[in-house]
């Protein structure tokens, strides 16, 4: 009978853990919600062999609750939590909590304790990634013949999900691929991506990797405080313009460009900005409730809205993060949002330059997505978050690694 060491078992766990949060894209591609479940078991995993090797849970796990952007990050939930007393859809508020929670349970324990694990399955990770996204163009090239032939719903939108997962993913495990040696390989990924994404009719995949690259790039010639001052310019006035983009984009947006994204929706898009941005003018301070959004048009505050003004309530949510924020949460909710980002930044600062950039790069891509697309709550999006960070996490590792071997 063979016996194991705990140190034994606990590598296992981890190493287990790790190939879990690599076979993300993969998984993604075949069931486009499983990223909650797949985040989820790796946190399990990782968690087990962190108990089992007797590491200290306590500076892993509760410690980095306690720095500035921990407590501001706890006090943004607790306001979650806080607005479930005013929600008139005390049921929808709660679901929508208990979709999330989970996911955002889930995210933390890969990005805290997954970092030093990842490095192994770093190639492993790049090839999962690039025949995800040679099966997606496959497929759409095809006509969605292999989805048909699995018995999936045949629909181009339904590789939306994988490829922003791709998207948010892409970023810090190109740079980890570069800072080690591998830079073929890793480019070789950033391009599968771009093509994946350019023949997809994902707009957001498109516009996330656009403007972290345009970050990375622009990076390259400004300052560090320069860098970080315009990525935290950019994310702020988006959250602070949210309630009235709608209203910008009516006035402003051309009925050209419109005609050229037809594809996009962008009148239907507008007129569901300046809808819920009525509704924070209506209700600035508190809010309607945490996970409103979902059946908003139900809520006290659309009834002081002009009627036609209700009708795009109902879509289900704003299509932009920011907003709805503003539209569940309120200035309170917007503040902390604010607080969050501005010590995340400030905590970025004394990164590296590589790992500093790459940060930045994924913050803007998910800011954009986040600005243009999904819900604010949505598990899936949150467990993608969750394995960049991790990956991010673990360049920063070995940067510092290189750092101290010279």
């Known amino acids: 009978m063979i016996v194991r060491t705990a140190g034994e078992r606990a590598a296992t766990l981890d190493r287990l853990g790790a190939i879990v949060i690599a076979a993300l ?40 609750l306690a720095t500035p952007v921990g407590m501001t990050a706890l006090a943004f939930l607790v306001w979650c939590a806080v607005s479930l ?17 989970p996911a955002l349970a889930g995210a933390y324990l890969v990005a805290r ?38 018995g999936q719903r045949v629909a181009a939108f339904a590789f939306n999900r994988p490829l922003l997962t791709v998207m948010l993913l892409v970023f810090p495990l190109t740079a980890y691929l570069a800072a080690t040696g591998r830079r073929g390989l890793a480019a070789l990924t950033a391009a599968i991506v771009a093509v994946a994404a350019w023949r997809s009719v994902s707009g957001a995949t498109v516009l996330g990797l656009a403007a972290g ?13 320069a860098g970080i001052g315009l990525t935290g310019a950019a994310l702020l006035g988006a959250l602070v313009l949210a309630p009235i983009e709608g209203d910008l984009l009516a006035r402003t947006m051309p009925e050209a460009l419109h005609q050229r994204l037809a594809a996009s929706s962008t009148r239907a898009r507008v007129a569901i900005a300046r809808s819920f941005g009525a509704a924070v003018a209506a209700d600035p301070w508190r809010g309607a409730g945490y996970g409103t959004s979902g059946r908003f048009q139900d809520a006290p505050v659309a009834e002081r809205i002009e009627p036609e003004m209700r009708f795009m309530l109902a879509v289900g949510h704003p299509h932009n993060s920011f907003l709805q924020v503003w539209a569940e949460l309120g200035v309170v909710g917007a503040t902390l949002a604010a607080l969050v980002l501005v010590l995340t930044l400030r905590a970025l600062s004394a990164w590296a330059t590589l790992a500093r950039s790459t940060a930045l790069a994924l913050l803007a891509a998910a800011g954009i997505v986040a600005f243009v697309e999904h819900g604010a709550w949505q598990a899936w999006w949150t467990a993608g978050v969750g394995a960049a960070i991790a990956w991010l996490r673990a360049l920063r590792y070995q940067i510092e690694a290189l750092t101290d071997e010279r």
């Open 25 to 64: 894209p993969a998984c993604m591609a075949a069931a486009n919600r499983s990223s909650p479940v797949v985040i989820g078991l790796a946190g399990i995993l990782l968690l087990a062999g962190a108990a089992t090797a007797g590491r200290p849970l306590r500076a892993l796990l509760v410690a980095p």
């Open 113 to 150: 304790l997954a970092p030093p694990h990842l490095g192994p399955v770093a190639k492993p990770a790049a090839w999962i990634l690039v025949a995800t996204c040679l099966y997606v163009v496959a497929d759409l090239a095809s006509g969605l013949v292999i989805r048909e032939a699995l």
């Open 85 to 101: 007393a005013w929600s008139p859809l005390p049921g929808l508020s709660l679901r929508t909590l208990s979709e999330f929670l």
């Open 213 to 225: 690259a345009l970050t990375v790039a622009a990076l390259r010639w400004l300052p560090a405080r």
